[in-house]
């Protein structure tokens, strides 16, 4: 397909689609001449990538080309891949080695991790900066003296592995394995808002059958 | 205790907790003579929570007071002054009806509901904020063609109603009423990213599992 069509079918204006080509963010088209370039489903499944990025997930443009550039590694197994591709992701404050809550939601998170039998998880460790980040959350968490140790985290924590099976079902259905890191990518990006609602919906629904609606 | 000691435990610091006190987000102490007054429990239990609220949940005075306003009304039955209380949080956008993919997520969403038997949900509808952001972020992973049906979101929304259940079973177990909002209340600010966390390094977990580590 042409421009014009490329950009009818996603939604992106033709200067955006320009823009994206000039920063990287979508591959070149085929030169079919001196003045048009040919685009296919490839590129039409990329700008939709890059949307949820860019305009849903407010990933700044340096971010997306690291986070697209491991999309894009063949040369990494999956694991690999998918984690350095969700690790590029912007994630929340590093935790703050100075504040006492720190090294006490590490020795927690450490002990869940054994707990679940949860082993790469503790292998990585704080390599991960999702591993880092869950430290941050249980710090602030119990620094403003709500107690949660191991043992009050692991239902959720299995709810949550839970969660990832279904995930990782999903992305076992697609294609090929670009589709696959894109699909991830976008889930990360696009399903937390969906699983936060659930939730507070799941919270209101359990509330009005325990206690009544008035 | 004396301001100064309520200062020290809570890790707020006077000018703070006098501010607080002059935006009706904490209740005045006891006035023991013209110049002191006395402070106890439910003061730094409520400093906790206006803390959770504005420094950790970046809530606005005026929300928090809006707030705290229903965590205090006991007029309220639970249900109401929980869901008072949790719908006056800042939520996401409001859905957009000029745009076509918001009547196929309410769609979506109401089966959803029907499909789980979620019936204070369903009566509740799109009055409920929650509600509505839901139908906001179908509608935004579906508007980028991800097809996300009601189907493959059920099982997503049992574990969430399986977080829900632990959720309450954890309010439960405050001793008052107070307490029980006062608790939902920083659980909804301050649990989440906790809960995101846990998501992430499971789907590690899951995925080192699976496809190995290299």
């Known amino acids: 397909m042409r421009l014009a069509e490329l950009s009818e079918r996603s939604g992106v204006s033709t200067a955006t689609i320009k823009y994206y080509l000039r920063e990287g963010l979508v ?42 550039g491991h999309v894009d590694d063949e040369s990494l197994g999956r694991t690999i891949r998918l984690g350095a591709a969700l690790w590029a992701l912007p994630q929340g404050p590093e935790p703050d080695e100075e504040d006492p809550a720190v090294p006490a939601a590490r020795a927690e998170v450490d002990r869940l991790l054994a707990l679940l039998d949860w082993d790469a998880a503790r292998e990585v460790g704080a390599l991960s900066p ?25 239902p959720y924590a299995e709810l949550m592995h839970a969660a990832a099976r279904l995930d990782l079902d999903s992305l076992e259905a697609q294609a090929s394995e670009a589709e696959r890191v894109e699909t991830a990518v976008a889930a990360a990006v696009l399903f937390e808002p969906v699983l936060r609602a659930l939730h507070r919906l799941a919270q209101e629904e359990e509330s009005a059958r325990r206690y009544g609606i008035e």
Chains 1, 2 share one sequence.
Not at 145 to 151: I, L, V
């Open 130 to 154: 999702v591993h880092r980040s869950l430290v941050v959350a249980v710090a602030t968490l119990n620094g403003l003296g709500y107690g949660w140790d191991a043992e009050r985290l692991a």
């Open 27 to 68: 591959p070149p088209g085929r030169q079919v001449n001196a003045t048009t370039a040919e685009y296919d489903d490839g590129h039409l499944r990329r700008l939709r990538l890059v949307r949820a990025l860019i305009q849903v997930g407010r990933v700044p443009v340096a971010k997306a080309r690291e986070v697209l």
